[in-house]
């Protein structure tokens, strides 16, 4: 689709804020009117429509996707989407280490284990660590816990921790990614340390080092999109 506006504003109205394209309001692509709870949010949208060249692109509306997956589908998938984000807490990245003999092992110690123990006493919760890949259930009231701090999210926290949660493939990382003053860089790298490893050992090839930077860039805009909603 070609580019059909000159310039894009924010406007304040007594529901919120959105963006308008040459004077008129976005509508979500649910046909709800497209408002968000802060100034902060709807100019970091704006700048993506006004960032698009002659051609749209729509795969750059990476947080106007998100607003309008927490107003047309959230309010009756809350349940759904509480359900699937809980299960990163039942496979959490952070808790399937190597054996402890194995050079990995340390390394995985180092990075993860202060993130998940800061992420146990935040929350109030014991996760429980596996050597190996075979499953281990979390604790019935770990779970409960989390269920419940999924549930006070507003939808657009939830929107924004689907993608942080999905693609650290972890809840711990995806809870600790709206931490106000979280680092996006070194959770990331947490998430990806197992990647990290194996490219040490053998090295990267040039697409799944585009594949990783797409990823992280999703990673970032979710968790700059959950931050601006506060």
């Not at 709800?32 to 970091?44: I, K, N, S």
């Not at 799944?208 to 968790?223: C, G, I, N, V, Y």
Request: overall charge negative; aromatic content about 8%.
């Amino acid at each position: 689709m070609k580019r059909f506006y000159k310039d894009a504003a924010v406007v304040e109205t007594e529901l919120g804020f959105h963006v308008a394209l040459d004077g008129r309001a976005i509508k979500s692509q649910g046909g709800q009117p497209q408002v968000v709870p802060t100034r902060v949010l709807a100019e970091m949208m704006a700048a993506e429509w006004r960032e698009q060249g002659e051609e749209i692109d729509p795969a750059r509306f990476v947080l106007r996707d998100m607003v309008d997956y927490a107003i047309d589908v959230l309010p009756t998938a809350r349940s759904e989407t509480i359900a699937k984000i809980l299960r990163y807490a039942e496979t959490d990245t952070l808790c399937y280490r190597a054996d402890p003999d194995e050079p990995f092992w340390r390394r995985q110690m180092d990075v993860w284990e202060p993130l998940l123990a800061d992420f146990e006493a935040r929350e109030g919760v014991r996760m429980e660590r596996v050597s190996g890949v075979m499953h281990r259930l979390q604790p019935p009231d770990t779970l409960a816990k989390l269920r419940t701090r999924l549930e006070e999210l507003d939808e657009f926290s939830l929107a924004a921790l689907e993608p942080l949660a999905s693609l650290a493939a972890s809840l711990s990382i995806g809870l600790s990614a709206l931490e106000p003053h979280a680092d996006g860089d070194a959770l990331w790298n947490a998430a990806n340390l197992e990647e990290d490893w194996q490219v040490e050992q053998w090295g990267e090839d040039s697409e799944a080092a585009a594949r990783r930077a797409r990823r992280k860039a999703t990673f970032l805009a979710a968790m700059g999109f959950a931050h601006a909603v506060r």
